[in-house]
């Protein structure tokens, strides 16, 4: 089983829909979560940290459940410019050097 | 906000020749930078951890030999890919580590090097 399994989609919504994306993480011990996003041929850009109380950033919001260990963002009002692959990322060690991406959630947003 | 860059974006050569990647953090020491490599369509996979002075730490299944690190100072990594070969195209990423921030959130990515071998 993978560390950090992700819906590798691609998820195809029109502007303003809702969309949620699930990741889950088989290391019960792991510290901290995050997502980033990924454009074509570009480096990834954190996004939002996963906090267990869940947070939110404008349209973006963040769960984390340990006890499920599954992670979730969902995002609102989607706009052409979240087209991307979002990156579930999981810190696996106490120390910072063990960090596992996930293989990737591909959106497509349409006009 | 920090920056790091790679040298170069883009190489193309021939099988069995030697690249060198730089990745320098522009405004900031790293004590530590990680190297990543991404095929098409897969997630980006952590080769090593470059530790300024010491030696790199690998992960299980990257050849040191093949993937030479050296960190010499605060502010450079170099990732030499030797005797390159076909299934070493790949995109290589590096990122550098600002201390003192929470771990993942002072990890910054360089912009990548696209590696094609002929």
């Known amino acids: 089983r993978k560390e950090v399994e992700q819906d590798p989609g691609p998820f195809n919504v029109p502007e303003g829909a809702t969309v949620a994306f699930n990741c889950t993480y088989s290391?019960?011990?792991?510290?901290?979560f995050f997502w980033y996003r990924q454009d074509c041929r570009k480096e990834p850009k954190l996004l939002m940290s996963v906090y267990s109380s869940g947070n939110e950033d404008g349209r973006f919001t963040a769960q984390l459940n340990r006890a499920s260990q599954y992670i979730s963002l969902l995002i609102r009002d989607s706009k052409l410019s979240d087209s991307a692959t979002y990156l579930c990322?999981?810190?696996?060690?106490?120390?910072?050097?063990?960090?596992?991406f996930g293989p990737g959630t591909s959106l497509s947003v349409i006009p | 906000g920090a920056v790091v860059s790679q040298h170069p974006s883009w190489v193309i050569c021939k099988s069995g020749t030697s690249v060198k990647i730089e990745c320098r953090s522009l405004?900031?020491?790293?004590?530590?930078m990680f190297w990543y490599r991404q095929f098409p369509k897969q997630s980006l996979m952590l080769m090593a951890t470059?530790?300024?002075?010491?030696?790199?730490?690998?992960e299980q299944g990257v050849e040191k030999d093949k993937f030479l690190i050296n960190h010499a100072s605060l502010t450079l990594s170099t990732l030499t890919v030797t005797s390159a070969h076909p299934e070493d195209s790949s995109f290589y990423i590096c990122?550098?580590?600002?201390?003192?921030?929470?771990?993942?959130?002072?990890?910054?990515f360089g912009p990548g090097t696209r590696l094609l071998v002929l």
């Open positions: 990122s550098a580590e600002n201390p003192g921030q929470v771990p993942l959130l002072g990890q910054y």
């Open positions: 470059s530790n300024e002075g010491s030696k790199a730490t690998y």
């Open positions: 290391n019960s011990a792991s510290q901290s």
């Open positions: 990322v999981v810190n696996n060690k106490t120390s910072y050097d063990k960090v596992i």
């Open positions: 405004d900031f020491q790293a004590t530590t």
